[in-house]
């Protein structure tokens, strides 16, 4: 089992930067990728940012160059640097653990960009 807690939401004006964490905690050690969804109201979740185990990330078109997805040393935690954020990043932001194909879930941290 892995348990995953996020942080760092909040509400930003447009233009603004947060940064979410998320700390992984329990059977860790053969996480294979952790990442960052999202999910605005009345849309799917969509995934916004990945790294995997090895450090290669992938991101969505739409916050590229935007958004950082990192890792400390330990790798027990991800964190979500988001800069220039607009009123079209406004959502719950949920945290993603891979662990031998099987999907853990944060409980979400809600962000909120005014214009």
């Known amino acids: 089992q892995v348990q995953l807690v996020e942080s760092g939401g909040g509400l930003v004006q447009a233009g603004g930067s947060l940064r979410l964490s998320c700390a992984a905690s329990?059977?860790?050690?053969?996480?294979?990728?952790m990442g960052w969804y999202r999910q605005a109201p009345g849309k799917k979740r969509d995934l916004v940012a990945a790294i995997s185990s090895a450090g290669s990330t992938n991101y969505a078109d739409s916050v590229k160059g935007r958004f950082t997805i990192s890792t400390n040393n330990f790798k027990n935690t991800v964190y979500l640097q988001m800069n220039s954020l607009s009123p079209e990043d406004t959502a719950v932001y949920y945290c993603h653990a891979d662990r031998y194909g099987y999907a853990y879930w944060g409980q979400g941290t809600q962000v909120t960009v005014s214009s």
């Open positions: 329990g059977s860790i050690g053969s996480i294979n990728a």
